[in-house]
Nanobody
Framework: QVQLVESGGGLVQAGGSLILSCAASGRTFSGYRMGWFRQAPGKEREFVAAISRPGGDTIYGDAVKGRFTISRDNAKSAVYLHMNTLKPEDTAVYYC??????????????????WGQGTQVTVSS
């Protein structure tokens, strides 16, 4: 079991950057694959990014590939999402998630059993 708390959301202008953080509780953080998802009002939850336990492998959703970077610091029990060249369509609640899965990294929410409460990101045009 792991508890997750996101932070760093806010209001930014299109073209700007923002860094989201996710702090995990406990001493088992390195045992989890980590990911970010987002959900806009009236939309389905969308995969954003995922990272392997050591941090060597990453995958991204098509909408954010080349603009967002996921990273982790196992010593700090934290995962980050660096968001660049933000667009209005990036506006959503962003959720941190943890997975105990040992499959190849894949962009499916069912692989993630633990979720944070979310942080709002709003991008103005």
């Amino acid at each position: 079991q792991v508890q997750l708390v996101e932070s760093g959301g806010g209001l930014v202008q299109a073209g700007g950057s923002l860094i989201l953080s996710c702090a995990a509780s406990g001493r088992t953080f390195s045992g989890y694959r980590m990911g970010w998802f987002r959900q806009a009002p009236g939309k389905e939850r969308e995969f954003v990014a995922a990272i392997s336990r050591p941090g060597g492998d990453t995958i991204y959703g098509d909408a954010v590939k080349g603009r967002f970077t996921i990273s982790r610091d196992n010593a700090k029990s934290a995962v980050y999402l660096h968001m660049n060249t933000l667009k209005p369509e990036d506006t959503a609640v962003y959720y941190c998630a943890a997975s105990a899965s040992w499959t190849v990294l894949r962009p499916v929410s069912d692989d993630f059993g633990y979720w944070g409460q979310g942080t709002q990101v709003t991008v103005s045009s």
